[in-house]
Structures are given as structure tokens and as C-alpha cells.
């Protein structure tokens, strides 16, 4: 006995299947994640090496080199990327894409563990690297306080409403600045008594500390002592005795620390410049966590952050001044958009063929059986909603109604025989039964292997090829099963032909007629055809020599980035007045709704170094483009003298292992003044 049998005899288990199929869908969706790409675990692997106040070229031969001759064998390793500053290092690997990341780990730590470093470097951090963990937003606190205030505000009142915002994961804060005493001695003081200022330095680290100085114990309480010794005051600090000259001692010393230097209240020194629109501001950095929602975490972030105005003081406020889901949501929705228009329309197709309202509706109800039950699919499968998943059902509705209108218009046959509707649908679905399968397998066989392809490639249409072959197959199951039930149930003659109707008929006979002509001449010519068609063909496959090839087009997200940096040794406060010029620039224009400047130490960069996120007006409200801009933006750095910037969007964001550009240079060789020449001659 077929399928479709079973389903006409047992209607009511049929229609449970649809609704069963329908409702898990529908839940499966409301649980699924949202991102612009899909998630992509790439076999990358950061380690970080400190060792305060060590020159880069010592860190190189002493730590770095003994690390990569350690980590060069381990398996799978396709590239090691390594950065030497003052003081630290950081090295990466690359895998290859197949890797198992975390076998990988293990490798390298056992690697790690039989390395022998100098006495005073810090233990090897080892971690998983991912690109696309950036960050979704990036938050401004600015208003009419200091620096140091408006990081109490943000440690007391922002940062842990924000870590408990459901699907945050790691918060970070920028621009934060902390108070310290500062003690400026007088040289001439220092001489009078004979001192030095590392006597200075002992005294302070010896009385300005606390700790633990034991316990007292009775038989009836336990008492832990704790020795107060830190300054309380300026007056305090300033009273603390200078004891040791030298080292030795100095008795009956009646020294105290203001009489060799004076004490102030201050900040400590600037190590990033963070600015919002021109106004110096504390930044958060907000990043979701793993599978999370990032469309959905933004908007619980963008609420919350409306609470959290409410209680700042008065001239205080904090705003979203980068989105990074904005361009994703607007992706989702347009994609969202075209998949609903898609089904509308081949809907009204159906019925303008089909001629009959109860055989488009069978057609109709097939779209949500097999879309929305591929979303069941895609939850179990640890898929997230992105352009690929989409893309694919985007595809799939014009297929999965093919098997429903094959069988449904053998039925119609049937039924215009004069046939009963329940004996129709039986036997039109026995006769096409086959047909349909060979069909489906046919469009299945096509698109799975897609799935298996390998390298980065593979990784990101996976998720495609195994979300149409399910919509496919379930689009199958509906048509064998749940089409022919339908149509026994709701088949009726149409008494009059509609008009709309009637006039695709009449431009399909005029069609088709045309088409029985040039069906004929073509039999009679088979040699012209042949060569005609030969050329067609020949003259396809020049053209595709033609086409500019390319995996993800730049695309205006009205956002973008430029990472700018000042010759080396540049102080920090030298680099922030050269971002400054930039800034001037951008806030002229129109076109620029807001910017986020972070100047020195942004990722790992120097005091020389910065970037800048620069949010736009959307597209369809400016007459300059993304990519124009950013030209004329280019220009302007040029202009600056002692700046040197790089632009980026953020269109190839979690395309790669790591956040490489379009074109890259790799200028090897053994001596590094001999390098830098090459790279500044290139550039």
C-alpha cells in the first residue's frame, strides 16, 4: 500500500503530520539564533608571552623563536603569525580548516609544558581565537565629569546591568582612568640629607602597604590581626619616615617624606584616549555570547540602556555609538521579506495556471509544510537564521511546489475524467508516484553534495546544501502524502472560468502553438541547430572568462573602519591631535552620523597607533556611497602630514581564520630596518 493510500483512508493522521510539522517549525524558529554568516569554528589558536619592560628584539630570540620551534610540529599546522612588542608577544596559529581545534589545544600545551623560558616571563596563555568574536556594540558614557568619574559611574551603575542583559557575553571597558598619588621630590632636598631616590621608593613600598600579622587565641574567641599601614591621606603619606639610607639604617631619623617631595592627588597616565563625536568618554565594547541571538541581544542591550539613563546623574548619559547587528538585521529582514513575496507570488502563479482555487490552496499549504518544517532541521542541525539558511529556502519554495503541482494536476486529470474526487486523487498520486521521487532525488542529488565540499568554502555552504535538501525532502513527503488527501478532500469543479484565468489560457495556446513551429524547424534542421546551438554554448563559456569572480561582494553597510597610525615613537597624546584632524573632518560631514575614536593600545596596538568607527546615514537618505566616502576619507589621511591610515568594512567580517584583507603583502627576510624599507617604499 502507497503513502498517499494511507493518507486519503486516514485523513485526520495526515492532517496531524502537516499541523505537527507546522507547530515544531514554528517553535524550532523562535529558538533560533540570528547572524549575518553562519557560525564557523576556524582552527585558530592565540598565544600571549609577557615580560615587563624586555626590548622587542630580545623577546624575539629568547621567547618567541623557542616557542615556534616547539609548536612547528604539531599536526595540521598551516601558518604561524607572530607580533613582537615592548614587553610581550603574541603568536598565532592557523590549522588546517579539518583540524579538531580541540585535540589541537591539548598538542600545543603539551608542547608549551616542555618549554624551558628565561626567569621572569610570565606562563604562556593559550587560547582559542575566533575572528568573529568581535564586538556587537560598542557604548559611549560621556557627560560633564572627569575621566575618573565617569568610570565610577560606569563600575557602579552600567557595567553589571549590562553583564546581566541575557546573551552578553564578555564586557569590556576603554578610557577608563584610575586616581594615584603622586610624589614629586626635589633633587636639592635629596642632596641636603644624603638620600637617593630609591631610598624614597623603599620607604614608601615599606610603609605604605598592609598585611596580615597573625591571629590571638583564648579558649573562647580567635582573633585574625591585620596590620593598617596604608596612607589614608596626603597628610598621611606625607608623614611617612625615611628610615634607610643606602640600605642601612638611619637612627633616630627624623625625615618624613614632605620634607624631600611634595604629595598631590591625580590620575594615572593616559594609556588610551577614548572619544566620542569629539567628546572624551568611557567606551564599552559589548560581545555576545557563543549561539546567541546577536540581533536580539542588541535590542535587549539598546532597553536597557534606555533603563539605565534614567538613574545616571544629571549631565551624564550613555548612547549605542557602533552597531554591529545593524546591517545584519537589515539582511535578515530583506532576505525575510523575499522569502514571504516568493510565496505569494508562486501562489498567484499557481492559480493563474491551475485555473481552480481549491488546487492552488493544496499548492499553498505545501510552502508552510515543507519551509517551516525545515526550520525543525535547522535547530537540530546547531544552524543558526543567516544569509546562507535563507538563501536556501529563498530557492527552495520554487521547488518544493514542483512534486505538489505534478501530482495535483495528474489528480485534476483524473477528476475531469469524471472520476470522484477520492478515486482521482488515488489514482493520479499512484500514477505519478514515481515520477515525483526520481524528481526530488534528482534536485537532492544536485544540491547535498554541496555540502561536502571542503576548505573555508565548505564550511559556510554546508548549511546551505543541507537546508534545501530538507525542504526538498520534506517537500516530497508532502506531496506523496498530504497533496492527495487535500485534493480528496477539497477538489471541486470551478462553475466559471475566471478572467485573468481565461487570458493565461488563451497566451499559453498562442504559446504553445509557436512553439509546435519552431519545435518543427528546428526537427527539420537538425544540422543548423546543432551548430547554432554549439555556438550559444561556446559563446557562454567565453563570457564566464569575463566575469569578475568573487565569494562575498563589498556591500555598503553604512559603517566602516580606518585604522590610522603616527611614526614610531610618537606619545600618545601627539597621535591623539593627529586623529584629531581627522575628526574635524568627519564631523563636517553629513553624511556622518556618529564616531567612536579609541587612541592607543586598541587590539593589542602601541601608543602610536588608533582606530576609528565611523557609523553612516542609511543608504537611501545620502547621495554619496559607502565606498565613495571612504575614498574621499583616504584622500583626507593622505593630507594629514605624519599620518599613515588603512581603511575596512566590515562586508568579509567571519569569512576567514583570521581578519585578513582582499590583498595582502608578505615582505620576508632576515634584518628588520632592511624590512621596514622595503614596507615603507611599498607604501
Given at each position: 500500500?502507497?503513502?498517499?493510500?494511507?493518507?486519503?483512508?486516514?485523513?485526520?493522521?495526515?492532517?496531524?503530520?502537516?499541523?505537527a510539522?507546522?507547530?515544531?517549525?514554528?517553535?524550532s524558529?523562535?529558538?533560533?539564533?540570528i547572524?549575518?554568516?553562519?557560525?564557523?569554528?576556524f582552527?585558530?589558536?592565540?598565544?600571549?608571552?609577557?615580560?615587563?619592560?624586555?626590548?622587542?628584539?630580545?623577546m624575539?630570540?629568547?621567547?618567541?623563536?623557542?616557542?615556534?620551534?616547539?609548536?612547528?610540529?604539531?599536526?595540521?599546522?598551516?601558518?604561524?603569525?607572530?607580533?613582537?612588542?615592548?614587553?610581550?608577544?603574541?603568536?598565532q596559529?592557523?590549522?588546517?580548516?579539518?583540524?579538531?581545534?580541540?585535540?589541537?589545544?591539548?598538542e600545543?600545551?603539551?608542547?608549551?609544558?616542555?618549554?624551558r623560558?628565561p626567569t621572569?616571563?610570565?606562563?604562556?596563555?593559550?587560547?582559542?581565537?575566533?575572528?568573529?568574536?568581535?564586538?556587537?556594540?560598542?557604548l559611549?558614557?560621556?557627560?560633564?565629569?572627569?575621566?575618573f568619574?565617569?568610570?565610577?559611574?560606569?563600575?557602579q551603575?552600567?557595567?553589571?546591568r549590562?553583564?546581566?542583559?541575557?546573551?552578553?557575553g564578555?564586557?569590556?571597558?576603554?578610557?577608563?582612568a584610575?586616581?594615584?598619588?603622586?610624589v614629586y621630590v626635589?633633587?636639592r632636598?635629596?642632596?641636603?640629607?644624603?638620600?637617593?631616590?630609591?631610598?624614597?621608593?623603599?620607604?614608601?613600598?615599606?610603609?605604605h602597604?598592609?598585611?596580615?600579622?597573625?591571629?590571638?587565641?583564648?579558649?573562647?574567641?580567635?582573633?585574625?590581626?591585620r596590620?593598617?599601614?596604608?596612607?589614608?591621606?596626603i597628610?598621611?603619606?606625607?608623614?611617612?619616615?625615611?628610615?634607610?639610607?643606602?640600605?642601612?639604617?638611619?637612627?633616630r631619623s627624623?625625615?618624613?617624606?614632605s620634607?624631600?617631595?611634595?604629595?598631590?592627588?591625580?590620575?594615572?597616565?593616559?594609556q588610551?584616549?577614548?572619544?566620542?563625536?569629539?567628546?572624551?568618554?568611557?567606551?564599552?565594547g559589548?560581545?555576545?555570547?557563543?549561539?546567541?541571538?546577536?540581533?536580539q541581544?542588541?535590542?535587549?542591550?539598546?532597553?536597557?540602556?534606555?533603563?539605565?539613563?534614567?538613574?545616571l546623574?544629571e549631565g551624564?548619559?550613555?548612547?549605542?555609538?557602533?552597531?554591529?547587528?545593524?546591517?545584519?538585521?537589515?539582511?535578515?529582514?530583506e532576505?525575510?521579506?523575499?522569502?514571504?513575496?516568493?510565496?505569494?507570488?508562486?501562489?498567484?502563479?499557481?492559480?493563474?495556471?491551475?485555473?481552480?482555487?481549491?488546487?492552488t490552496?493544496?499548492?499553498?499549504?505545501?510552502?508552510?509544510?515543507?519551509?517551516?518544517?525545515t526550520?525543525?532541521?535547522?535547530?537540530?542541525?546547531?544552524?543558526?537564521?543567516?544569509?546562507?539558511?535563507?538563501?536556501?529556502?529563498?530557492?527552495?519554495?520554487?521547488i518544493?511546489?514542483?512534486?505538489?503541482?505534478?501530482i495535483?494536476?495528474?489528480?485534476?486529470r483524473?477528476?475531469?475524467?469524471?472520476?470522484?474526487?477520492?478515486?482521482?486523487?488515488?489514482?493520479?498520486a499512484?500514477?505519478i508516484?514515481?515520477?515525483?521521487?526520481?524528481?526530488?532525488?534528482?534536485?537532492i542529488?544536485?544540491?547535498?553534495?554541496?555540502?561536502?565540499?571542503?576548505?573555508?568554502?565548505g564550511k559556510?555552504?554546508f548549511?546551505?546544501g543541507?537546508?534545501l535538501?530538507?525542504?526538498?525532502?520534506?517537500?516530497?513527503?508532502?506531496?506523496?502524502?498530504l497533496?492527495?488527501?487535500?485534493?480528496?478532500?477539497?477538489l471541486?469543479?470551478?462553475?466559471?472560468?475566471?478572467?485573468?484565468?481565461?487570458?493565461?489560457?488563451?497566451l499559453?495556446?498562442?504559446?504553445?502553438?509557436w512553439?509546435?513551429?519552431a519545435?518543427?524547424v528546428?526537427?527539420?534542421?537538425?544540422?543548423?541547430?546543432?551548430?547554432?546551438?554549439?555556438?550559444?554554448?561556446?559563446?557562454?563559456?567565453?563570457?564566464?572568462?569575463?566575469?569578475k569572480r568573487?565569494?562575498?561582494?563589498?556591500?555598503?553597510q553604512?559603517?566602516?573602519?580606518?585604522?590610522?597610525?603616527?611614526?614610531m615613537?610618537?606619545?600618545?597624546?601627539?597621535?591623539d591631535?593627529?586623529?584629531?584632524k581627522?575628526?574635524?573632518?568627519l564631523?563636517?560631514?553629513?553624511e556622518?552620523?556618529?564616531?567612536?575614536?579609541?587612541?592607543?593600545?586598541?587590539?593589542?596596538?602601541?601608543?602610536?597607533?588608533?582606530?576609528?568607527?565611523?557609523?553612516m546615514?542609511p543608504?537611501s537618505?545620502?547621495?554619496?556611497?559607502?565606498?565613495?566616502f571612504?575614498?574621499?576619507?583616504?584622500?583626507?589621511?593622505?593630507?594629514?602630514?605624519?599620518?599613515?591610515?588603512?581603511?575596512?568594512d566590515?562586508s568579509?567580517?567571519?569569512?576567514?581564520?583570521?581578519?585578513?584583507q582582499?590583498?595582502?603583502f608578505s615582505?620576508?627576510?632576515?634584518d628588520?630596518?632592511?624590512?621596514?624599507?622595503?614596507?615603507d617604499?611599498?607604501?
Open positions: 500500500m502507497k503513502l498517499s493510500d494511507i493518507s486519503i483512508r486516514r485523513p485526520v493522521m495526515a492532517w496531524m503530520i502537516m499541523f510539522l507546522i507547530i515544531f517549525g514554528a517553535v524558529l523562535g529558538r533560533l539564533g547572524s549575518y554568516m553562519p557560525d564557523v569554528d582552527p585558530l589558536l592565540s598565544i600571549r608571552v609577557t615580560w615587563e619592560g624586555v626590548a622587542p628584539e630580545y624575539e630570540t629568547e621567547i618567541v623563536d623557542r616557542i615556534e620551534k616547539e609548536v612547528i610540529a604539531v599536526e595540521g599546522l598551516k601558518e604561524i603569525v607572530s607580533s613582537v612588542r615592548q614587553g610581550s608577544a603574541n603568536i596559529l592557523e590549522f588546517d580548516i579539518d583540524r579538531d581545534i580541540d585535540v589541537a589545544v591539548q600545543v600545551q603539551t608542547a608549551l609544558s616542555q618549554l623560558l621572569g616571563v610570565d606562563p604562556p596563555v593559550l587560547r582559542k581565537s575566533n575572528p568573529d568574536e568581535s564586538p556587537i556594540l560598542w559611549g558614557l560621556s557627560g560633564n565629569r572627569n575621566q568619574e565617569l568610570f565610577k559611574i560606569a563600575d551603575l552600567v557595567l553589571d549590562i553583564q546581566l542583559v541575557d546573551g552578553v564578555e564586557v569590556f571597558v576603554g578610557g577608563s584610575e586616581r594615584n598619588l603622586r626635589d633633587n632636598k635629596l642632596k641636603k640629607y644624603e638620600l637617593t631616590i630609591l631610598d624614597v621608593r623603599e620607604a614608601i613600598r615599606q610603609d602597604a598592609e598585611g596580615s600579622s597573625g591571629y590571638l587565641e583564648n579558649q573562647e574567641h580567635s582573633y585574625n590581626l596590620t593598617m599601614g596604608e596612607a589614608q591621606s597628610d598621611e603619606m606625607g608623614r611617612i619616615r625615611i628610615t634607610r639610607r643606602g640600605g642601612g639604617p638611619i637612627y627624623g625625615i618624613t617624606l620634607d624631600l617631595a611634595d604629595v598631590k592627588n591625580g590620575l594615572n597616565d593616559a588610551r584616549i577614548n572619544r566620542v563625536n569629539g567628546t572624551e568618554a568611557i567606551t564599552i559589548v560581545k555576545k555570547q557563543s549561539g546567541a541571538n546577536e540581533v541581544v542588541a535590542e535587549n542591550l539598546r532597553a536597557e540602556i534606555e533603563r539605565i539613563n534614567k538613574n546623574p551624564v548619559h550613555i548612547n549605542v555609538n557602533f552597531d554591529g547587528t545593524r546591517f545584519t538585521k537589515e539582511a535578515i529582514e532576505t525575510q521579506f523575499t522569502l514571504i513575496l516568493s510565496g505569494i507570488l508562486t501562489a498567484l502563479v499557481c492559480w493563474l495556471f491551475l485555473g481552480n482555487w481549491s488546487s490552496l493544496n499548492v499553498i499549504l505545501s510552502i508552510p509544510t515543507s519551509i517551516i518544517g526550520f525543525i532541521v535547522i535547530y537540530f542541525m546547531g544552524f543558526t537564521l543567516n544569509l546562507f539558511t535563507l538563501l536556501a529556502l529563498s530557492l527552495a519554495i520554487g518544493v511546489v514542483d512534486d505538489n503541482i505534478m495535483l494536476e495528474n489528480i485534476i483524473h477528476f475531469e475524467m469524471g472520476k470522484d474526487r477520492v478515486r482521482a486523487s488515488r489514482d493520479g499512484r500514477e508516484t514515481f515520477a515525483a521521487v526520481a524528481a526530488s532525488v534528482a534536485v542529488a544536485i544540491f547535498l553534495p554541496v555540502a561536502f565540499m571542503e576548505g573555508v568554502i559556510f555552504f548549511q546551505f543541507v537546508t535538501s530538507a525542504a526538498v525532502a520534506l517537500s516530497l513527503l508532502d506531496a506523496v502524502t497533496t492527495p488527501m487535500r485534493a480528496s478532500q477539497t471541486v469543479h470551478e462553475n466559471r472560468e475566471p478572467r485573468m484565468v481565461r487570458a493565461v489560457r488563451i499559453m495556446e498562442h504559446l504553445a502553438r512553439y509546435r513551429w519545435l518543427e528546428t526537427l527539420r534542421r537538425p544540422l543548423v541547430t546543432f551548430l547554432s546551438t554549439s555556438l550559444l554554448f561556446a559563446g557562454s563559456l567565453l563570457i564566464l572568462f569575463v566575469i568573487e565569494f562575498v561582494p563589498p556591500q555598503d553604512s559603517q566602516f573602519g580606518v585604522r590610522f597610525e603616527t611614526p615613537g610618537s606619545s600618545i597624546h601627539y597621535t591631535a593627529m586623529g584629531q581627522l575628526e574635524a573632518f564631523k563636517e560631514r553629513p556622518v552620523t556618529s564616531y567612536l575614536s579609541i587612541v592607543g593600545g586598541f587590539g593589542g596596538g602601541e601608543a602610536n597607533t588608533g582606530v576609528y568607527f565611523v557609523s546615514t543608504k537618505e545620502r547621495d554619496v556611497g559607502q565606498y565613495e571612504m575614498d574621499q576619507v583616504r584622500k583626507k589621511i593622505q593630507s594629514i602630514e605624519g599620518m599613515r591610515g588603512f581603511l575596512f566590515f568579509s567580517r567571519g569569512l576567514s581564520a583570521r581578519r585578513s582582499p590583498v595582502e615582505i620576508r627576510g632576515g628588520w630596518h632592511t624590512l621596514k624599507k622595503s614596507a617604499a611599498i607604501l
